[in-house]
């Protein structure tokens, strides 16, 4: 799937330009991206499955036929951005010493 065929199913209104393979200039059609993301997040779910399943279908015929086969079996991530996400919106991060714990108390004579 193309991006000119993402923006035509999104319903972005095409700029036309007649030298353009698909009759509209993708670049200029596509819309900025917190409409973008706007009109995402409003898509069903399984819309947004389907072009996630077109996308790795695509991405699998991009490669050579020796590596097809085993395309998806290894996932690696950059997790960096993730934890400073997190450490950045976990409130407990801030709290200067981190959480005061009481001292032990002694036990009870009873």
Do not use: C
């Not at 065929?5 to 900025?32: E, I, Q």
């Not at 996308?55 to 991009?62: E, K």
């Amino acid at each position: 799937m193309g991006a000119s065929r993402l923006v035509y199913w999104l319903g972005f209104p095409r700029v036309p330009d007649p030298t353009a393979p698909h009759d509209f200039d993708v670049a200029a059609t596509v819309p900025a991206r917190r409409q973008l993301s706007s009109v995402l997040r409003t898509l069903p779910t399984s819309a947004m499955q389907f072009l996630l399943t077109a996308t790795v279908h695509l991405l699998r015929a991009t490669l050579p036929p020796e590596q097809q086969a085993t395309f998806g079996d290894t996932i690696a991530g950059d997790t960096q951005a993730l934890l400073a996400w997190v450490k950045e919106n976990n409130p407990k991060q801030f709290i200067p010493d981190g959480v005061q714990r009481r001292s032990k108390l002694a036990p009870d004579d009873d």
